[in-house]
């Protein structure tokens, strides 16, 4: 069975940083590309970043270019996502996912997702 665990999540200030770890465990980690999304109170949800099965062609949303950096250790099964410079819209919760499965119809194999939330 396929099963993602999302963590580090919490309450930063604006400004502020978290790094989120993904957990990923009933399927080959790295023969897929991975992404994250993030859905944000009374919002759709909203495709972040995502990355190669190798660790190459990361890519971001405009929202969060610049800040964000996602990366992955295939060793570990491990998918992370360092968020820096947080901004109050950032407040959401954060998502993994097999890229193949980012589409929100497929929201059930995104994992239970850690609350990030941006405010002072």
């Known amino acids: 069975e396929v099963q993602l665990m999302e963590s580090g999540g919490g309450l930063v200030q604006p400004g502020g940083s978290l790094r989120l770890s993904c957990a990923a465990s009933?399927?080959?980690?790295?023969?897929?590309?991975m992404s994250w999304v993030r859905q944000a109170p009374g919002k759709g949800p909203e495709w972040v970043s995502s990355?190669?099965?190798?660790?190459?062609?990361?890519t971001y949303a405009d929202a969060v270019k610049g800040r964000f950096k996602i990366s992955r250790d295939n060793a570990k099964n491990t998918l992370y996502l360092q968020m820096n410079s947080l901004k109050p819209e950032d407040t959401a919760v954060y998502y993994c996912?097999?890229?193949?499965?980012?589409?929100?119809?497929?929201?059930?194999?995104w994992g239970q997702g850690t609350q990030i939330t941006i405010s002072s």
């Open positions: 996912a097999k890229t193949a499965d980012s589409d929100p119809k497929n929201r059930n194999n």
């Open positions: 009933g399927f080959t980690f790295g023969n897929y590309a």
């Open positions: 990355i190669g099965r190798s660790g190459g062609g990361p």
